[in-house]
């Protein structure tokens, strides 16, 4: 089956800085990717819609500019937490269509970002 | 407002007993619906899915069931294993590959 790979898996980052996470499709070509952040004991909440080629769809209350998002392959998106803050610790989770399964996804491993 | 609603948090079963998790949805135009397992530290993983023109679909254990008139479903996983622990996650959708997810329930399959 389809096969997302996200790296880091966990990172831990000082207060101001930039944090860069990576979603690869490993087998297959990947035109749309999703990302997603999970605070604990809570949903996943779906924060953007990367379109490899053109710009992402920020869902709404998601600052463009602190989360950017780069999907400048067909196999590669990448999600920048921007001048990261202790309240953009979290859980974020990159996520590509399934191709085997109708309407299904298929997600990366996620990435733990705690920021200190 | 949360489109899809997992009132439970958690539950615990007996190895070898019937597992039964539920979700709650609110919008009648979402036509499809998953189930996703995960475990800490990982991403979600798909379990089952169900159409919203019919109202169960069995994989082996598990089952998935649909109420639409009562804008509910659930998910049977018989029998549970202690492999079964993780949280469910159940998700819907409205004809896109844009999901809304539930909170989650944690299942504890106890040996």
């Known amino acids: 089956g389809a096969v997302v790979s996200q790296h880091p898996s966990w990172v831990i980052c000082k207060s101001g800085t930039s944090v860069k996470i990576e979603c690869r499709s490993l087998?297959?070509?990947?035109?749309?990717m999703f990302w997603y952040r999970q605070f604990p004991k809570q949903s996943l909440m779906l924060m953007a819609t990367?379109?490899?080629?053109?710009?992402?769809?920020?869902e709404q209350g998601v600052e463009k500019d602190k989360f950017l998002i780069n999907h400048a392959s067909l196999t590669l998106s990448t999600l920048t937490v921007t001048s990261a803050h202790p309240e953009d610790s979290s859980f974020y989770i990159c996520?590509?269509?399934?191709?085997?399964?109708?309407?299904?996804?298929?997600f990366g491993s996620g990435t733990r970002l705690t920021v200190v | 407002d949360q489109q899809v609603k997992q009132n439970s948090p958690s539950l615990s079963v007996q190895e070898g007993r019937i597992s039964i998790l539920n979700c709650d949805y609110t919008?009648?135009?979402?036509?499809?619906f998953l189930w996703y397992k995960k475990y800490p530290a990982e991403g979600p993983t798909f379990l089952i899915s169900?159409?919203?023109?019919?109202d169960k679909n069995e994989d082996g254990r598990f089952t998935v069931f649909l109420n639409k008139s009562a804008k509910h479903l659930s998910l049977h996983i018989v029998p549970s294993q202690p492999g079964d622990s993780a949280v469910y996650f159940c998700?819907?959708?409205?004809?896109?590959?844009?999901?809304?997810f539930g909170t989650g329930t944690r299942l504890k399959v106890l040996a």
């Open positions: 087998d297959f070509q990947a035109t749309t």
């Open positions: 990367s379109n490899e080629g053109s710009k992402a769809t920020y």
């Open positions: 169900i159409s919203s023109i019919k």
């Open positions: 996520s590509a269509r399934d191709r085997d399964t109708v309407y299904g996804y298929t």
């Open positions: 998700a819907a959708t409205q004809g896109t590959y844009k999901y809304i």
């Open positions: 919008n009648s135009m979402f036509d499809y």
